[in-house]
């Protein structure tokens, strides 16, 4: 297969070409309820070929390699087309040739697992989950698991395979009483084999037991609070409100927008520090070589609450006058890379847990999430539960808690970092234009925050 | 090109006994993009795929491959399913009359690059010729596909769609904040993409934004307008599922036959309208698609089936069986799911403009961040306001920023309905839904910068 993507790539006449060749066993099971909602393996295989011609992109995307050559072809052709269109001509700058080989070390390599033997594990978790009260009427207990072998090639002779494994679960419970429907659920995300879903009971009775706890809980009051986040929340939270906004595809063509965000600006305390990596071996944003074939670059966005680095693919790099950070990923063969984060994380400071809580009159513990979304400007994240803080003390379990701050004030007002990090890899991914979905990991550690503004009842 | 093997032949391949039904799609799709008002990249996408769904000693099995040449890894990975799958009481349908649903437009197919690109230059130049500041953004997407489904019923169908989509955003940076202002239009036919209405929305909306007020939290009226709409109608995508109803996580399961909103609430799921992006002669397992009331006058009429959710539940599959993620079909690696077709929400009597003006105060929301967050099953929702405007006796006094919504969809439509406005209009090429005013809307304000 190299060779035929070699002898394409010496065909092309583009400025610059690569081609993106994927192949990919998945394993999906899920149950709802007591129904046991999908079991499948397939197989999937394509590819994608990219130009660029004075500045413009051509691509094209494929699943049969048999006709190689006049993929390329239409790919530098469209490239010619939409360079034709622009005003300014554009180069990338070459990189160095990289020729490597990176192989996945599993424990249990998920393709040698029998599916019943998965099936198996993901129906007691599930059983688990229902066995837990009466009142848990249904269930959403997801596997899935992917072994891609990814080949990088491109005209200045870069040639990288590299395999990337993928194992995530979801158990999520649902428990009704009467109209009042409320749900819970736990995760497991790696970039790692069959092992990490393994021996995760707990997990399952975690979700349920919280499912019940949550029919009890009392919707939170909407208003301002001081809220201590935790650290899976925290990641949520600088991953929406400063991760997306450091993914320089936004800054690269916009001066507006690199004014706005000139390294160096004072965003957030002198605590505050924030590092995107692309090494963290077995994580789900574990990246050694990006979608572009560049290796991976660890990059502070935020060192000493000062604004510092951004996230690059190798076009906004050349664009900005940066080094590439090996953040151009893609969500499968179907697409081109773009700016995407990898691991994140709010690094370690020094207060502990007990020292955040004292001084709270009235404020909330936010843990785990339902989701976030940036607008770049304003941000909201979800808690997945919560707790009220009353006189510097956890009290009652609150729902519904959902945050929102501003990019430019939310940060300047976290006020305390706790001494613990988590980093959490879940069982989604994060979704930016058309690729929804891109495996990925966040954390830090507690986080304190000021003013914050809590949606909900008034009354 | 190789000898691709058929779908016949993948079927002859089951063993003795089984059911078998392969949905193959051949795509091609072309999304162009403009970044800040410069072209970017154009793309050219041609795929195919098939899945393999099968019943075996009742019981079913899945998969799919984008390999088209080999069949034995196909039926090997669905036999292997349907040996450890679930017990299903469903058949696959056989041939039917099908209504005649158009979805393909030659204009749509034909349409050239230079087109697209000429389309998506005109969106920027009306948008910054008001606003010069203004980055725009915008992205066009043509797509079409066949779609081939054959069982061991005997259903055989073909089907050619077309779709075009046009995305369009500015964005305007200031000292302070990031404007985000997006629109899209979505069809299966060219005429009804009005790429000039696209770039209008947006301008209103820049002028309606040009000033920031400051507004006091409470319980107000809201008018839900445009995608924000949206907020109140995930959770009935959810209620009335009946697969949903059947597990009983819907909210709506002992409410069939009974009254759950106010009487001026009717909504129509149509899988027939012509052109409409959701449109198809059937389903995506070839039960004929329908038109049917879910709610009318406020009372629960239908709730929404796939074959499997159907049987499970006793009903008869409603033809809203699709592959893919929500609101949308035709992926093939997805196995078929509940889904909904075009959602049609009846107008009210008067417009937008008289339905603000008879309010003192109310706040219009155009847009949200955290759609589908929070409890949505229990019909929850608290979503920051992205583009949302303080209007007092109908006059847009300036935009809010910093502000969040929260409430219950049900209980809102059911006791706090204003009034619906008299212009439907298309959100996400899913929901043709006038503007939905409700009064005692929580809002909760934040802090505003200057």
Known sequence: MDERIEEALRRSRADFTDIRIEQAWHTRISFEGPHLENLETYFEMGGIVRCLVGGGWGIAVFNTLDDLPERVADAEHIARLVSSELNERFELPPAPPIRDQVRASLQKDPRTIPLQEKLALVRRYNERMLRESPKIVSTRTAYADSFRIVTIANSEGTLIVEERPDTAMLLAALAREDTNIQQAWETVGEAAGFEIVEGQEEKAVQAARRALDLLQARPVQGGIYTVIVNPELAGVLIHEAFGHLCEADFLAKSPAMRQLLTPGRVVGPPELNVVEDGYLPGRRGNTPYDDEGTPRRRVYLIRNGVLEGFLHSRETAARMGFPPTGNARALSYQYEPIVRMRNTYIDRGQATFAEMLRGVEHGIYACGFVGGNTGLGQFTFSAAYAYEIVHGEIGEMLREVVLTGNIFETLHNVDMIGDDLTIYGGAGGCGKEEQQGLPLTLGGPHVRIQNLTVGGRTT | ?450
């Open chain 2, 1 to 450: 090109m190789k000898n691709t093997l058929s779908a016949k032949e993948v079927l002859a391949r089951l063993p003795g006994g089984a059911e078998g039904e392969v949905y193959e799609v051949h795509r091609q799709v072309r999304p162009l993009l403009f970044r800040s008002g410069a072209l970017e990249s154009l793309r050219l996408s041609e795929t195919a795929g098939r899945a393999l769904r099968v019943i075996v000693d009742g019981r079913l099995g899945f998969s799919t491959t984008t390999d088209l040449d080999d069949g034995s890894t196909l039926v090997h990975n669905a036999l292997d399913s349907a040996q450890h799958g679930e017990a299903v009481g469903f058949h696959y349908p056989s041939a039917a009359e099908f209504p005649q649903v158009p979805c393909f437009d030659p204009e749509v197919e034909s349409l050239s690059d230079e087109e697209m690109i000429a389309t998506g230059k005109e969106i920027i130049a009306r948008i910054n010729a008001e606003f010069p500041q203004v980055q725009v953004h915008v992205g066009i997407r043509k797509e079409v596909e066949e779609i081939y489904l054959l069982n061991t019923s005997g259903l055989e169908v073909s089907s050619r769609r077309t779709l075009l989509l046009i995305q369009a955003a500015a964005q305007v940076v200031g000292e302070q904040d990031i404007l985000f202002i997006p629109d899209e239009a979505a069809s299966r036919r060219r005429q009804e993409v009005d790429a000039q209405a696209v770039a209008e929305n947006i301008l209103r909306l820049l002028r309606w934004s040009e000033r920031t007020v400051p507004l006091t939290s409470g319980a107000m009226p809201v008018v839900f307008h445009h995608t924000a709409t949206a907020v109140l109608l995930l959770p009935l995508l959810h209620g009335l599922n009946g697969r949903n109803v059947y597990l009983r996580t819907s909210p709506l399961s002992d409410l069939l036959g009974r009254p759950a909103l106010d009487p001026r609430f009717t909504l129509v799921d149509d899988g027939r309208l012509p052109f409409a992006r959701l449109s198809s002669p059937t389903d995506d397992e070839g039960t004929p698609t329908a038109r049917k009331t879910l709610i009318q006058e406020g009372v629960v009429r239908h709730f929404l089936y796939d074959l499997k959710a159907a049987a499970l539940a006793g009903a008869s599959s409603t033809g809203n069986g699709y592959r893919g993620q929500s609101l949308s079909g035709g992926d093939f690696r997805r196995r078929p799911n509940v889904s909904p077709a075009s959602w049609l929400i009846a107008p009210g009597e008067r417009s937008l403009e008289e339905i603000l003006g008879e309010l003192d105060q109310a706040l219009l929301v155009e847009e949200v961040l955290g759609l589908g967050q929070g409890n949505v099953i229990a019909g929850e929702f608290s979503n920051n306001v992205e583009l949302g405007f303080l209007v007092r006796r109908g006059q847009v006094v300036g935009r809010v920023k910093n502000t969040m919504i929260a409430g219950n969809a049900y209980e809102l439509l059911r006791e706090h309905l204003l009034a619906l406005s008299a212009e439907p209009r298309w959100v996400m090429g899913w929901l043709h839904t006038p503007a939905i005013a409700l009064d005692r809307v929580s809002v909760i304000c934040g802090t505003v910068e200057r």
